[in-house]
């Protein structure tokens, strides 16, 4: 879900031509160019560990932009994922790349029935909701979604002080306090939460793969004004990161009152 402006030069015109890249690159490129900004492989690992998939069970992605995550959760598992994502330049580009069954929706309103996922995630979204109501709204559908031993994995982007220095357009990052309470009344459960610092660093030749989709996109496109955007977004969040004034964490998730 995305706010406009910056948002939509990032997610929408940056990763259609991100697509465009990966594709020209090669298969290999595709996976890690479509992973950029929503999960490195470890993350990945430690949320499909939990949510357990197995072959052929459907997985809802929310939020899911290019569908790197998804694809590299059915390389490994088999699962079944399903993209929602509101820009269609992140749609086209996920089927260029994947082939992989898209929506175009918003997160706050999932085109579902009540139970259909036996897993969701939603990764590196929720700081894109145009505040508190909608980050709360967006949990309640995935919630929503998911069937009642459902499992579910949320990579959240936090403020570590209540303002930021030169913080990135359009996005409202909650505190952990709010976070929690945005979790506990949209009648989900964590069952565990990790530093994504703690976990390994991806292969190198993963890492090699971005930076060349990385130095072609800049080739192409560095000049654009929609690419000159989303790059300093990128590069505020990536400040704050390191700064500490914004924290990451991945989180297991479960409905209230669901076994973990």
């Known amino acids: 879900m995305s706010g406009g402006g910056p948002l939509d030069a990032e997610f929408g015109t940056v990763a259609e031509w991100t697509a465009e890249v990966a594709e020209s690159l090669g298969q290999e490129y595709r996976m890690p160019a479509a992973c950029r900004g929503s999960g490195r492989p470890s993350e990945l690992d430690w949320l499909l560990e939990y949510l357990d998939p197995r072959p052929g069970d459907l997985m809802i992605d929310i939020g899911a932009g290019l569908?790197?995550?998804?694809?590299?959760?059915?390389?490994?598992?088999?699962?079944?994922?399903?993209?929602?994502?509101?820009?269609?330049?992140?749609?086209?580009?996920?089927?260029?790349?994947?082939?992989?069954?898209?929506?175009?929706?918003?997160?706050?309103?999932?085109?579902?029935?009540?139970?259909?996922?036996?897993?969701?995630?939603?990764?590196?979204?929720?700081c894109t909701a145009s505040g508190p109501d909608a980050q709360l709204a967006m949990l309640r559908e995935l919630r929503r979604v998911l069937g009642t031993a459902g499992r579910?994995?949320?990579?959240v982007f936090l403020a570590a002080r209540d303002k930021l220095e030169n913080p990135p357009a359009g996005n409202h990052f909650p505190s952990r306090a709010q976070l929690r309470n945005l979790i506990r009344e949209s009648g989900l459960t964590v069952t565990a939460a990790i530093d994504p610092a703690s976990l390994?660093?991806?292969?190198?030749?993963?890492?090699?793969?971005?930076?060349?989709?990385?130095?072609?996109l800049r080739r192409r496109f560095g000049n654009a004004p929609q690419f000159v955007t989303a790059s300093e977004q990128s590069h505020r969040i990536g400040e704050l990161l390191r700064s500490g004034e914004l924290v990451s964490r991945v989180i297991r998730l479960v409905r209230a009152g669901a076994p973990a």
């Open 67 to 126: 569908g790197g995550p998804s694809a590299y959760a059915a390389s490994r598992t088999g699962v079944r994922p399903v993209l929602v994502e509101p820009e269609p330049d992140a749609c086209r580009g996920a089927v260029r790349l994947f082939g992989a069954p898209v929506v175009q929706a918003d997160a706050t309103t999932l085109p579902f029935a009540d139970g259909t996922a036996s897993h969701a995630w939603c990764l590196g979204v929720l």
């Open 152 to 155: 579910a994995g949320l990579l």
């Open 200 to 216: 390994p660093d991806p292969p190198a030749a993963w890492r090699e793969h971005i930076a060349a989709v990385d130095d072609e």
